[in-house]
């Protein structure tokens, strides 16, 4: 049986889907932004007054995403040690030094598999989206 977790303390869903999915002892949490769960505001992100973006700071997003993420993990009862994959999103493949940088704080040596693809755009003027599948210790 399936389990769909809508977190109160995350970010709310750009669309129609769950933070994450539970089944049996496996976790898949969907595309994670930088969004500030109280504000909406995307750390860094300068935008016009057209609403396009001018500028951001990657290093910012990426540490807000993680963040975000963490949050769905615990309240699906893991965390960022038992991640067995992550998928990563950029908007600028020449960020991914500096988001990698960040990411190696969040995950050290024992780090899960991960695929970075550089992408056209992400929803919600972001520069980085992350989803993870973890699971669940027995």
């Not at 038992?82 to 040596?109: H, S």
């Not at 991960?114 to 992350?130: D, F, K, Q, Y």
Request: glycine letters at 8%; one cysteine or more; hydrophobic letters at 45%.
């Amino acid at each position: 049986m399936l389990e769909h977790l809508i977190s109160r303390a995350a970010p709310k869903p750009l669309g129609k889907y769950s933070h994450a999915v539970i089944y049996k002892d496996l976790v898949f949490v969907c595309g994670m932004g930088p969004r500030n769960f109280e504000t909406d505001a995307v750390p860094g992100l300068v935008l016009d007054e057209k609403g396009l973006r001018l500028d951001y700071d990657i290093e910012a997003e990426t540490r807000a995403t993680l963040l975000n993420l963490e949050i769905v993990l615990k309240e699906a009862g893991v965390g960022l040690k038992d991640v067995v994959e992550m998928n990563v999103f950029l908007t600028n493949m020449e960020d991914f030094p500096k988001m990698n940088a960040v990411y190696a704080e969040f995950f050290g040596e024992k780090a899960p598999v991960r695929t970075t693809l550089g992408v056209a755009s992400l929803p919600g003027n972001i520069a980085v989206e992350m989803k993870a599948t973890a699971v669940r210790p027995l």
